[in-house]
């Protein structure tokens, strides 16, 4: 355990941290196309303690990716507010949110991202570098590759590593900087559902022995059976939540797609 110490549960000896990693209230998102306005979300609550692992399903076009471009202060809602780690983000102008981003929020994607000329060690240590905190990102990298299991893989350009490989690499991409939470977009849609689900057993093993807090959009009920607790998105509106050890792959399925 003490191995891991510097990327363990970012509460460690901060007994002032806010045990919330995100509160998100009545969150509102139109699109404009045209002379039409898309409601995207109408007025969404979510609430994700640290140490969580929380799967947002829904059917196409519920709102699944709007919602973790807000989160991820990517776009800003139309209405409602966002709060990560108990620091509120209304009203932060644009660097601000840039800074916020870095330090205290992770990405997966379902397509990697990696940068094809960088290596994975250097994929790895972009976040850190970029808000100069790349010596502690080296020693950060080290621990994380263990974890990851890809030790023996840094040194490889992403077109030289497996689709799982590239995941485990994104996901210490995500981590590199110790953030509050990883937000993950279809993270195993372009993976085998082996290989998916290798990469998701190394996401809740993060969670359980480690305290990262992860949300996770996905289509795939067994991925959803990975996390914790389950959240079901309709037209733009949370409508129910579940425990997962509750639950079974048939009744989320039918969840998703209950009208
Ligand atoms: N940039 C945009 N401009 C206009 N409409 C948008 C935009 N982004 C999303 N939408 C619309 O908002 C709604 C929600 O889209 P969103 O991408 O969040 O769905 P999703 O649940 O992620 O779907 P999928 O499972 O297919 O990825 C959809 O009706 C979509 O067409
Ligand atoms: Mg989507």
Known sequence: MTQTAPISR???????????????????????LGSETVHALRGVDLAVGRGEFVAVMGASGSGKSTLLHLLGLLETPDEGHIS????????????????????????????????????????????ADMVGDGVAGRERLARLAGILGIDDRLGHRPDQLSGGQRQRVALARALINDPVMVLADEPTGNLDSRTGREVLRLLSHGVAELGWTVVMVTHDARAAMEAQRIVFLRDGLLVGSVDARDVDVQTIIERTLAE
């Not at 970012?10 to 404009?32: C, E, Q």
């Not at 800074?99 to 990697?112: K, P, T, Y």
């Open 10 to 32: 970012p509460t460690d000896g901060r007994p002032d941290a806010d045990p919330m990693a995100l509160v998100a209230t009545g969150l509102h998102k139109r699109y404009k």
């Open 84 to 127: 990560i780690g108990g620091t509120a983000t209304v009203g932060l102008d644009d660097d601000a949110l840039t800074e916020m981003r870095r330090r205290s929020l992770g990405f997966v994607f379902q397509s990697f991202e990696l940068i094809p000329n960088l290596t994975a060690a250097e994929n790895v240590l972009l976040p």
